[in-house]
Nanobody, 120 residues
């Protein structure tokens, strides 16, 4: 059984930082592109950042460029998202997913999500 588990969310002040982590079991991350997606209430789900199987290529949506950085540790079966200079509009539930990014794949695996709230 494939399981992806996100961690690291919480409440943070504007301008603050958080690091999200996605850990996999039943899946070898080294074989897949992995992405971070987010969805805020009343908003469409959007791809935030993607990283290819061995880290050779990364994607960032325009709104997070220069603030977020994705990385992976295939030996640890982990993909991370460092989030800096957070803004209220970054508030959302963040999910990691395998296979398709920035366009999701119907056969991809998804985590349960971790909520980020950026507020004073």
């Amino acid at each position: 059984e494939v399981q992806l588990v996100e961690s690291g969310g919480g409440l943070v002040q504007p301008g603050g930082s958080l690091t999200l982590s996605c850990s996999a079991s039943g899946l070898t991350f080294a074989d897949y592109t992995v992405g971070w997606f987010r969805q805020a209430p009343g908003k469409e789900r959007e791809a935030v950042s993607c990283i290819t199987a061995h880290g050779g290529y990364t994607y960032y949506t325009d709104s997070v460029k220069g603030r977020f950085q994705i990385s992976r540790d295939n030996a640890a079966n982990t993909v991370n998202l460092q989030m800096n200079n957070l803004k209220p509009e970054d508030s959302a539930v963040y999910y990691c997913a395998s296979r398709g990014c920035p366009v999701p794949d119907r056969f991809g695996s998804w985590g349960q999500g971790t909520e980020i709230t950026v507020s004073s």
